[in-house]
């Protein structure tokens, strides 16, 4: 009778400490877009953070375009199996994903995490450039897994955007190193006055 006396007396605790656990853990709201870029770093294409870069690779065909995007990828990203599961020689299409490592920012104040990412990347192979796409960012860790487009309620701005820039810094750094891996390795289509 006494065990049944506390049950009831606790059970209303219980019942508010779950229901404060449960709402925290789904409180999204939309990330601020300032002049066309997440909180004015990540750019945004289709409501969705987005870099897109279009390449010259001058006297290259399609096809050695699109042997070097794929061995960029194979080299780069964590999965070769993954990296090469979605390509097309016909379009010179190679679609696969990605992910950043979780770090951290140190600042005079304080240590910000920032959660591992996982991403999508395209390549579109054509004679003499490439555009690649790097986009579907997904943020890992902090409250679980979301779109970078969405801020969970207990991050704020000011974090968020040190997250951002990082992001922004890492992602150009991933479109350099595959601008610069083509560039090095493409062989030049040999021409008739070449010859």
């Not at 600042?107 to 395209?122: C, E, H």
């Not at 579109?124 to 801020?151: A, I, K, S, W």
Request: glycine letters at 6%; a positive charge.
């Amino acid at each position: 009778m006494k065990t049944q006396f506390y049950f009831y007396r606790l059970l209303p605790i219980c019942i508010s400490i779950s229901m404060i656990l449960v709402s925290s853990c789904g409180r999204y709201i939309p990330t601020e877009i300032e002049n066309g870029k997440l909180l004015g770093i990540v750019p945004v294409q289709y409501s969705k953070g987005a870099y897109i870069e279009v390449r010259a690779v001058p006297n290259t065909s399609r096809g050695e375009v699109f042997r070097q995007a794929r061995r960029w990828a194979a080299f780069n990203i964590g999965d070769p199996k993954l990296a090469l599961s979605l390509s097309d020689n016909v379009t010179g299409d190679l679609i696969t994903t990605g992910s950043l490592l979780p770090t951290q920012i140190t600042t005079k104040r304080s240590v910000i995490l920032v959660p591992g990412i996982d991403y999508a990347a395209t390549i579109e192979c054509y004679d003499n450039q490439y555009r690649v796409t790097l986009t579907n960012f997904r943020m890992n860790g902090q409250v679980g897994p979301h779109p970078l487009e969405m801020r969970h309620t207990s991050v704020t701005i000011k974090k968020q955007k040190e997250q951002l820039k990082l992001l922004d810094k890492r992602a150009k750094g991933i479109l350099a190193d595959l601008a610069e891996f083509i560039a090095g390795e493409v062989h030049p289509v040999s021409t008739v006055s070449e010859r």
